[in-house]
């Protein structure tokens, strides 16, 4: 089992990222920036010769009643195609409303309308593209009106329907526990079914703690991490998400530290529970794998 972390890149952090690829597994790219761009698509390709490369979505609103436009996945087909990333993630999210953009991912009510709506999307998505996105859970200010289910249940509901695996945001969790209250939100999610992870940090906004990306991730984070890494069975790639006040490159790179020594606190955990239990490691393959 191989565990990696790496950083979202970000044009400010380009150069500190190129200086350190080799304290770098993995480099998440978000797609959008480079549809319809061809400038940009040499660029990628020229980083993704030099380091593993993943994409990352975050306007395809796979997470609403509406149809995904089909136009949006053939350019994630696209850029696919020219990439061969490792995989590819969108967030479960709605972002639009008709022709209106909200500016911003907006969690659904959590129905079974909206679950349905969402495996269909996601259905569309592994014909045209080739393969399932990961799917990512979002932080909300606002838990959702007229909602019949809690988020861990629309997950775990959401990624049975569609036969999805996770891409688990672990302070998008953490915020969404502190903010509404749901306890063992970690424990009642399918962990069999992830395979990437984002950390970061945020900030107390009133009453509320907002995911920002403008802070280092808190000690919460790494905990969660650490209990992660412990009960899933899965390689996990670990990405740095950061997306202004950045600190210097030093200080980045001990962050991916910090998230290594927790997952390898986590997976001696594991390793330490399986010789008592004499339970054999169960590795399943992930479905969101590119061909």
């Known amino acids: 089992m191989t565990d990696r972390v790496g ?24 797609a959008d920036d480079y549809f319809d761009h061809p400038p940009r698509v040499r660029a990628l390709k020229t980083l993704a010769a030099q380091s593993t490369v993943v994409l990352h979505g975050i306007a395809l609103g796979m997470a609403s009643t ?10 994630m087909a696209r850029l696919v195609e020219q990439i061969r990333p490792e995989s590819w993630s969108e967030h479960l999210a709605f972002v639009r409303a008709g022709d209106i953009e909200i500016g911003h991912l907006a969690a659904p009510p959590r129905t079974r309308s ?19 996105p990961l799917v990512e859970n979002i932080a909300t200010l606002i838990d959702p009106p007229a ?56 900030r107390i906004v009133g009453e509320r703690l907002l995911d920002d990306h403008l802070h280092d991730p808190p000690d919460p984070v790494y905990d969660l991490l650490a209990q992660l890494a412990e ?22 790179l001990q962050q991916l530290d910090r998230a290594r020594s ?19 490691l169960h590795r399943p393959e992930s479905a969101c794998a590119l061909p």
Request: hydrophobic share 40%; with cysteine; charged share 20%.
């Open 7 to 30: 950083f979202g890149w970000r044009p400010e952090l380009a150069a500190g990222i190129l200086s350190h690829l080799d304290s770098i597994d993995v480099i998440e790219v978000i």
């Open 66 to 75: 509406s149809p995904v436009d089909p136009k949006r996945l053939v350019k």
């Open 114 to 132: 909206t679950i349905d709506a969402t495996a269909e999307n996601l259905y569309q998505a592994r014909k045209i593209v080739g393969a399932l």
């Open 147 to 202: 909602s019949a289910l809690d988020e861990p249940e629309w997950l775990s509901q959401t990624l049975h329907a569609s036969g999805a695996d996770m891409l688990l945001d672990l302070h998008n969790l953490y915020a969404n526990s502190i903010n509404f209250g749901i306890e063992n939100f970690l424990a009642r999610l399918p962990l069999h079914r992830v395979h990437a992870v984002h950390i970061s940090g945020g």
């Open 231 to 252: 009960k899933c069975p899965n390689p996990l790639t670990v990405i740095l998400e950061r997306d202004g006040s950045y600190p210097p490159m030093a200080q980045l």
């Open 262 to 280: 927790a997952l390898k606190k986590g997976r001696h955990e594991r390793s330490q529970a399986g010789k008592i239990s004499g339970d054999p």
